[in-house]
């Protein structure tokens, strides 16, 4: 029989996090404050814990994984790779196509990672409660998962437009126990000035952000909780690439080149930085963020120091935007739907140690509905950029003869998706270039800095 | 780190399907044509292959799986199984709680696992098309991301009232490439004669089943596919049990009680039977089908010759039943609203080496909730029965202070069932007790035999 999955043992559940900023040629741009100027670990201090102020600062390359975290990760972890035999002989193609499925994590997603280290620390600081934003879901799901397991009471505000599209992840975080919002509330200054701009607001990730750090900076015993974005959360999701590493070696494969769907980069984070030291030192491997032609942040957006937030309530963060006012188009890939990325992964970009691809939306579902026949797993819309990209890939080694190793993040199920599905088969999805104007018109706004 | 999960490598995958016929202490009941007399494998024919319908006839203690299929269920094979050390200390209980988790499977539930088998030995012996029914969804999904694969074309006769509540079930059969139905339809006499009754009819299995079946009787290169009740159906199935006892055995347990949920009997079958020699032989463990108290098959049902369909379509089978035009009250658990049961399961049964436990609605939801903030999983209505009876066990368990190891399956993910979940929130579901009235006007209602 051929092998389908490579499985490893839970003891083989990485004990460290693997830290890029290490082997990262030029240090980390720090996050500057509202003056302008560096800020340091204590500004961070209302809404998040000291262990993670530390993380996000730190630049060692190994972190040790608490036991507790490590055997809560055992719910689902290790994640299996695939071998996608079935789609290579669908597409005809002389490429292997390896893929790492997060999809098993009963959250559906690989945010649980992060999830769980985050509830953790937070608890072991005496925190009671977590406040946080959601999309798709997705990232709400896993802090919804995670928190009620530690004891701590979580929060989520949910972008507007997709508490109504998509109700039963809104059940999902019930069922955990987790209190839901539909975003922009009244219960916040910032839920309420963009209401009282504009009462029918479908919100934002952006607003979503603004209204869970204002309340978790005015609570002494609520903390703050992000999905994305930070050092800290993609230095969780390490976890990803370096059981991938594991599992290859297990069948003596190395990749020639990894893709990975990109919102604020801790699919990419998670995977690539753990290949990012062979890189550097000049192995031959590449190292492709893929993110929807409606949200280019890496490949149209500026390089520059922005908001993680629509209010400006975050530190300013040197990293690819398309400004913190950026209200996405209704795409359904809505964990993409973001207007920065990861610093890490912006200034590896910018550096030219990873590529960047964007793609059409139409392209991403036809992509899935053809891995789904093939594989069988239905993937998350945001899961399905990355397919998209790694079957073009295959097709071009198909032309070229290459049998190249192709890996690629699947990072997701696209169970509470359907409806997306739905829309592509009926014909009712678009492809939606972002506007030149509308790019330009973002660099006019972006914060002034120094 | 206590070890949370049990797993198997591809190649533990059995070889070999288990019979359990072989070790039955009474041959079968035959299945009857509509003359009362048993019925050969040719009355069979027009709609299985003879290889299914070898099976289905056979005492062979052990039936090779082909390569084919074994390569197939890599896909998802070996699930794992889980230690619910969470459960167990959320409940206070000295019981060690095991379960065996199907719901990873690409259609999320134990059902493809005779998908494959069925598609298999249909394109071995020339058929293009299948036809099936399929209640909550979880079967029609099965096949349909089979079919595919197997280059068959799959049309499922949706229960209407399902194809309704669960529209993204349908996009997850038309994603794979089937074609879905809300039945009754008008395509065929049996749907036909049922909306000539009742315009408005919101369908059932039995329906379904009735329309599949004639459709494919009509059809040469068309056959039948059922996803639960037949012998060889459960026959496939015993790949969880045989799995999980050498899980088990890779731990040192044995299990003291066995819970499944059941309908038509493919869960039991499936987990229980590789354990029925031991309890032939005297060993000292429980087997307990778990059904809804709303649709109490074994439990109040009558032990009689009765149709599989509401029709009357099929042979006559030795079952428990409520009587084949039976209509069952709209509870969530879909999948369990089958008026009939396995006659290997309810032979066994009536002989004494199973037990039934009847659940109500409420209560297995609140054992659903429970096991997700415990365990992490949002499980389905119908695996939430075997969740409430194993608790249950569980917190007996804690009274007289008995360390029983108790074993159930989780056939399946809850991720197209969240508006059950709601509406056991929001305080909507209703427990029904079904009349002793109508259980006795059924009997009236059953084909006279002999």
Redesign the interface.
């Known amino acids: 029989?051929?092998?389908?999955?490579i499985?490893l043992?839970?003891?083989e559940i990485p004990t460290h996090w693997y830290n890029v900023v290490a082997d990262m040629p030029n240090p980390p741009a720090p996050p500057l404050g509202p003056d302008g100027k560096p800020i340091g670990p204590d500004a961070l201090a209302a809404i998040f814990p000291m262990a993670l102020i530390e993380q996000e600062v730190s630049a060692e390359r190994w972190i040790p994984i608490p036991?507790e975290v490590?055997?809560f990760l055992?719910?689902?972890r290790p994640s299996p790779l695939f071998r996608a035999h079935?789609l290579e002989q669908m597409l005809g193609t002389p490429a292997k196509i390896f893929y790492k499925y997060e999809g098993?994590?009963?959250?559906?997603s690989h945010k649980p990672n992060t999830a769980v280290a985050q509830a953790y620390y937070n608890k072991q600081e005496g925190i009671k409660r977590l406040t946080t934003e959601t999309g798709a879901g997705q990232w709400g799901s896993s802090l919804a998962?995670v928190g009620?397991?530690f004891g701590l009471d979580v929060r989520v505000y949910m972008v507007k437009v997709s508490y109504e599209q998509k109700?039963?992840r809104r059940?999902?975080m019930?069922?955990?126990?987790a209190e839901v919002l539909p975003s922009p509330t009244n219960l916040t200054n910032s839920g309420r000035h963009i209401l009282a701009q504009d009462p029918d607001s479908q919100g934002s990730l952006g607003i979503a952000i603004s209204e869970a750090v204002e309340e978790a900076a005015s609570r002494d015993d609520t903390n703050y909780s992000l999905g994305s974005v930070l050092n800290h959360v993609l230095l969780h999701q390490t976890v990803i690439g370096l059981e991938t590493r594991k599992q290859l070696e297990k069948v003596g494969e190395y990749p020639d080149v990894i893709f990975a769907p990109c919102g604020g980069g801790s699919n990419v984070g998670g995977m690539m930085f753990p290949f990012f030291a062979d890189k550097a030192a000049g192995k031959d491997i590449r190292l492709v963020a893929v993110e929807p032609a409606s949200c280019p942040t890496l490949t149209r957006g500026h390089y520059a120091y922005d908001f993680g937030d629509t209010e400006g309530l975050t530190p300013l963060m040197l990293m690819y935007t398309l400004g913190h006012d950026f209200m996405p188009p209704g795409i359904h890939a809505g964990g993409l739907r973001y207007h920065g990325d990861s610093p890490l992964v912006s200034q590896l970009y910018k550096e030219g140690y990873l590529e960047a691809q964007a793609v059409s939306q139409i392209a991403t579902f036809e992509a899935g509905?053809t891995f789904?026949?093939?594989?069988?797993?239905?993937a998350a819309p945001e899961s399905c950029h990355a397919i998209r990209a790694a079957m073009d890939e295959a097709l071009r080694c198909k032309e070229t003869g290459e049998a190249k190793t192709i890996l690629f993040t699947l990072s997701g199920?696209g169970?509470?998706d359907?409806?997306s599905?739905?829309k592509y088969?009926a014909g009712e999805l678009e492809d939606y270039d972002y506007p030149e104007q509308a790019i330009h018109d973002a660099l006019e706004r972006l914060p002034k800095v120094g």
Not at 174 to 177: E, K, L, N, R, V
Not at 372 to 378: D, H, K, L, Q
Request: glycine share 6%.
């Open positions: 029989m051929q092998q389908t999955k499985l043992d839970e003891s036991d490590r055997q055992t719910m689902w079935r098993i994590s009963p959250a559906g998962l009620n397991k109700p039963f059940s999902m019930q069922t955990w126990g509905v789904a026949r093939a594989e069988g797993i239905v199920h169970h509470f359907m409806a599905y739905d088969f």
